[in-house]
Each structure stands twice: as structure tokens, then as C-alpha cells.
């Protein structure tokens, strides 16, 4: 007991000392993006390459830096070889200097041959009908020269942009509802490199408006440097690089780089690692009011001009580039229930409404809008479903008794489409999380592991039925080192180790050796000085990759604590 106690001594020592002196939320640090540095280096190479000379060089000297022997680039500096950070740093080493020809060898080999018609059919190929990235992608390799043809790259339907939100889901677009800022601008760059239509011309003025109006204050579209970028290239591409879209998306770009010259996937996911720590701590936290009015403020309380989203939810960060989403609404409500003992009051009551709201059809949870169920990101998710239905439990008591109705019919109906998407050897499959080791990149442990957390605390027969499945699942596939990779016979790593401890530290009916297992696992990456090391699981829009230092310590940390509580229960027992 000595050995757990001195090692969640340490790992809370590291979470407290990372939240900001002053009290305010925590904001870690996301690691550094060959995507984004890339995209970010060529946007302000198109701006003006020699205004941003300085910047753009540094970008360069730290791709330079940190390509892998071969020639290629992961997303992340701990990610393996990556077709898209590799060919998108290829077209801006090209375009700013000169690419290496180990990278020309690479794609050479990724792509069976480099003309323009492998690389367009290598890229569209990868990312199926999803076109969120393969278009950016296609258009900056032909800004960027690597590629000559125009010709088939698609075309994205850029004036759909100024019909209502409201019908965007009706007209089936080929990317997904938080990339409008890209619909827009690659639409009319590709428009304008191509046949013309006095029809579709009309409609450009009227979408550079909408475009303006999405952009934050802050010019950072999602607060993500490669939307960001993607834009303001095409936009200089388009003949529009004095536009105010333009220079502010430029602006943030200038602003959110590094002092190494690089730039992280999103700028910071503040929200989200703040309440990963306050579960993590529980009764720990200190200076809790600070938090509550921090968590509190940052609820949106207006309609949100990218998604058009009622007020009431949460987004990932505290900056003026985010988007609500029912992940971190979720998980912001239930931060406030620990902070606050389940001190009822409007900001809490409007969260819920907010999810209650987003609910689709099929009773499960998306990320961002309702009824937008043809591309992966956009559909219910599981593992978001079930955040949901544990923010809702912890609520209902003290809702009135309309809402408390609203929500006991909601959580019924999500746990029946859970239920649906349960696979049959007893996983879920989350939708933001992932394992680059596994073949399909899937990580159903991660997925199963966080449901059956939040299920534990659901009063439902159906929710317990689902976790004793999740349960067996989970046992199945842990690693003879004790740990678990994201899926079966995957290497084990630290996250999902802490993930499944966690989990099954919540379950009654698993057998003391297998928790013991998973602990000794981690214990021996603590001996080593290893437990902090960043994994990258974070798996964003269009299959991108990225890592988070406060991962780690989170979950360890949460894992730590439930299963020295399991082992609490068995002695006593």
C-alpha cells in the first residue's frame, strides 16, 4: 500500500502543479503538429513570404528537425510514419526550399509514383467520401507545385454556406459541420481554378460574408492552426489575401507559434483538462470556487455563430475559437456536481437542456450538431453517450420535474442505442480516441474502458448489463505485462492501462490478480521515470493524431484512487 500511496502522491504533486498560480483552469500542453507547422508555414508563405521570413524559417529548421530516417513525418513527434503530415511538409519544404529526397522516395513508394494522378488518387482514396481534408490537402500540394492538375480535385459546394444552418444537414456535404470555413474557402479557390458559372459566382460575396462572420475575434477557426491555415492559403490563392478573414486568420497563425517554430493540432484543450483533473482530484481541488466560476463563465450564453448552437454547452477550450460539443458540456456538468456538492442553479439547468437538445434521432449523442449522420464525426458516439447519461444521473434529484422527465426519457433511449452499438464481444468503439499500433487505428478498449466508468454510476438495469458485458471484454484483452494496447494483442500502453484499471477498479465481479496486474504495470513505468511520457491517442477530425501531457497524469491518477478504494472494499470484506 506504501508503493500506491507514494505514487499517487507524485502523480497529484504533477497535476496541482500545472494548474495556473492564480487558481484559474488548467490548460496543459498538446504536442507539437507536423500538420499544423507544415500548413502554418506554407499559409504565411503565401501571405507574404518575406514579411514572415523569420517564422516561416523557424517552421522549416523544426520540420527539418524532426523527420524520421526515412524521409517521412508522423502527426506527432512519437507518431510513425504518417501519409498526409509527409506529403502536406513535402508541398511547404518544396514551395519555402527545398524538399529532402528521402521524402520524394517515400511518397514515391506510398503512392506507387508521384504524378498527379497518384497522388490525387492516393489521397482521395485514404479518406473515402470524408472531403474535410483531402481537399485542403489536394489544393495546397497544388499551390504549393507538387501537383499541376486542377482538374481532379473536387470541387466543394462553397455556396451552400448561406442557406440556414438549419438545412446544412439536409444537403448531405462532403465534409463535416465544423469545417464550413473550409467549404468556403477551398470551395472558391477551386471554383476559380476551374470552369466558370455565373451562377456560382453570384454566391462568392455572399460566402466570404458568412466566413467573416464564423471567424472568432481571435482569427483562429476552431482555435486549429491547419483550418486556420487551409484558409488563409486558399484565400490568398482566390486573389483575397487583403481580405479581413485573411489577415486575422494570419494574425492568429503569427501568434500561436512556438518559440521552438512549430505549432500544436489545436492551440489548448483547457476545458477538457480541466475537468479530466478535477475528476482526477476529487476532493483535492484546491481553491474549488475559483474553478466553478471559471468552469461556469465559460459556458456559451449566446447562439454560436459556426454550428448555430444554443447557448448553454461547453466547448474544449476557454478561447473564443471554440465550439460547444457534448463531450466537454458533459463533463462540465459533471465538474460542477463535485465542485459544488450538486448546488443546482440556471447555468447547470441550461447544460442540460443543451444536451437534452442535441440528442439525434436515434437516441444516441453526437460531438457538435444534431442530424448530421453521414461522415464519422458527425455521428452518436458511445463513449460521448455515456458522459451524457452520467451528467443527467448526477443531476436528475435536483432538477424540477419537468426537466427530470425530459432526462429520464432521454437516458432510456440512449441506453437502448448503446445497447445497438455494443459489439458483440462486449465493446464500444469511440470516436476521438485511437491506438496508431492497431490495424484500423481503433482503440475498443479506451472506448469500453470510459463507458463502463460512466455506466457505473448509472441507475439502470440496462446500463449494468451493458458494463458486465464491457467488463469481460476488458479482462479479455489485457496484455500478459498486465497492461492493454487500444485493442486485442496491441502493445500495452500507459493511457489505456489506466483507462481499463479505472474501470474495472468500478466493477464488483473483477478478480483481484487482474487489477494487481494492471497496477504492477504501471508501477514499473513510474520506477522508470516513464509514466509521464506522452501517447499519442488523441485521434482529431480526419485522422489526425496528437498527444496531451495531461493524459496521462489524469488518468493514472484516477485510476490510482479507484482501485486503491477496490482495494479498501476487499480487505474490508
Not at 1 to 21: A, Q
Not at 73 to 102: Q, R, V
Request: overall charge neutral.
Amino acid at each position: 500500500m506504501r508503493e500506491l500511496d507514494n505514487m499517487i502522491d507524485f502523480v497529484r504533486g504533477e497535476i496541482l502543479k500545472r494548474r495556473p498560480e492564480d487558481g484559474s483552469i488548467w490548460t496543459g500542453h498538446l504536442s507539437s503538429s507536423a500538420i499544423s507547422t507544415s500548413v502554418s508555414v506554407f499559409a504565411l508563405f503565401m501571405d507574404d513570404a518575406q514579411k514572415h521570413q523569420e517564422v516561416i524559417q523557424r517552421g522549416v529548421e523544426w520540420l527539418n528537425k524532426t523527420m524520421l530516417p526515412d524521409g517521412s513525418w508522423g502527426d506527432t513527434p512519437e507518431s510513425p510514419a504518417n501519409m498526409t503530415a509527409t506529403l502536406l511538409t513535402f508541398a511547404a519544404l518544396s514551395a519555402t526550399g527545398k524538399a529532402p529526397e528521402e521524402t520524394k522516395h517515400f511518397l514515391q513508394q506510398r503512392f506507387k509514383g508521384t504524378s498527379d494522378q497518384h497522388i490525387i488518387s492516393g489521397v482521395l482514396n485514404y479518406y473515402g467520401k470524408d472531403l474535410t481534408f483531402s481537399a485542403p490537402i489536394l489544393v495546397m500540394c497544388a499551390l504549393a507545385g507538387v501537383i499541376s492538375s486542377w482538374k481532379e480535385i473536387p470541387q466543394l459546394p462553397f455556396e451552400v454556406s448561406v442557406f440556414p444552418q438549419k438545412l446544412f444537414r439536409f444537403f448531405r456535404l462532403p465534409v463535416v459541420s465544423y469545417a464550413i470555413p473550409a467549404l468556403i474557402a477551398v470551395g472558391i479557390l477551386r471554383y476559380k481554378k476551374g470552369r466558370k458559372n455565373i451562377m456560382r459566382e453570384t454566391f462568392i460575396s455572399k460566402s466570404l460574408i458568412v466566413l467573416e462572420k464564423l471567424q472568432p475575434e481571435n482569427g483562429g477557426f476552431l482555435e486549429a492552426a491547419p483550418l486556420t491555415g487551409f484558409v488563409a492559403m486558399c484565400m490568398c490563392g482566390a486573389g483575397y489575401k487583403n481580405h479581413m478573414a485573411t489577415q486575422r486568420g494570419i494574425e492568429f497563425l503569427v501568434n500561436t507559434v512556438r518559440k521552438d517554430g512549430s505549432w500544436p493540432i489545436d492551440t489548448n484543450l483547457a476545458s477538457w483538462v480541466t475537468v479530466l483533473s478535477v475528476r482526477a482530484l476529487g476532493d483535492e481541488v484546491v481553491n474549488p470556487e475559483a474553478l466553478v466560476n471559471n468552469i461556469k463563465s465559460n459556458a456559451f450564453t449566446h447562439k454560436h455563430p459556426f454550428t448555430g448552437a444554443k447557448e448553454g454547452g461547453w466547448g474544449w477550450t476557454n478561447l473564443s475559437g471554440s465550439v460547444p460539443d457534448a463531450d466537454d458540456t458533459a463533463g462540465a456538468l459533471v465538474a460542477l456536481h463535485a465542485l459544488t456538492k450538486g448546488e443546482i442553479c440556471t447555468t447547470v439547468e441550461k447544460g442540460i437542456e443543451w444536451l437534452l437538445d442535441l440528442q439525434n434521432s436515434d437516441g444516441g449523442m453526437p460531438t457538435f450538431c444534431k442530424g448530421w449522420g453521414k461522415l464519422p464525426f458527425d455521428r452518436s458516439s458511445p463513449d460521448i453517450s455515456a458522459h451524457s447519461l452520467l451528467a443527467f444521473q448526477l443531476w436528475m434529484n435536483d432538477l424540477n420535474p419537468v426537466l427530470r422527465s425530459k432526462c429520464d426519457k432521454s437516458m432510456r433511449r440512449m441506453l437502448k442505442w448503446m445497447l445497438k452499438e455494443q459489439a458483440s464481444d462486449g465493446s464500444w468503439t469511440p470516436l476521438w480516441f485511437g491506438d496508431q499500433d492497431a490495424k484500423d487505428e481503433h482503440a475498443p478498449v479506451y472506448g469500453t474502458a470510459i463507458t463502463i466508468e460512466y455506466l457505473s454510476g448509472i441507475q439502470y438495469p440496462l446500463a449494468q448489463q451493458m458494463a458486465a458485458k464491457g467488463v469481460a471484454y476488458l479482462i479479455s484483452t489485457q496484455n500478459t505485462d498486465g497492461g492493454w494496447g487500444g485493442a486485442e494483442n496491441v502493445p500495452s500502453k500507459i493511457t489505456f492501462t489506466a483507462r481499463a484499471l479505472s474501470a474495472l477498479s468500478c466493477s464488483n465481479t473483477v478478480k483481484e490478480d487482474i487489477l494487481n496486474q494492471a497496477f504492477d504495470f504501471l508501477f514499473l513505468k513510474y520506477q522508470k521515470g516513464e509514466l509521464l511520457q506522452s501517447e499519442a491517442i488523441g485521434l482529431y477530425f480526419s485522422r489526425l493524431w496528437y498527444s496531451e501531457e495531461m493524459y496521462n497524469i489524469t488518468f493514472v491518477l484516477t485510476a490510482l484512487k479507484n482501485y486503491k478504494t477496490k482495494i479498501k472494499q476487499t480487505i474490508t470484506n
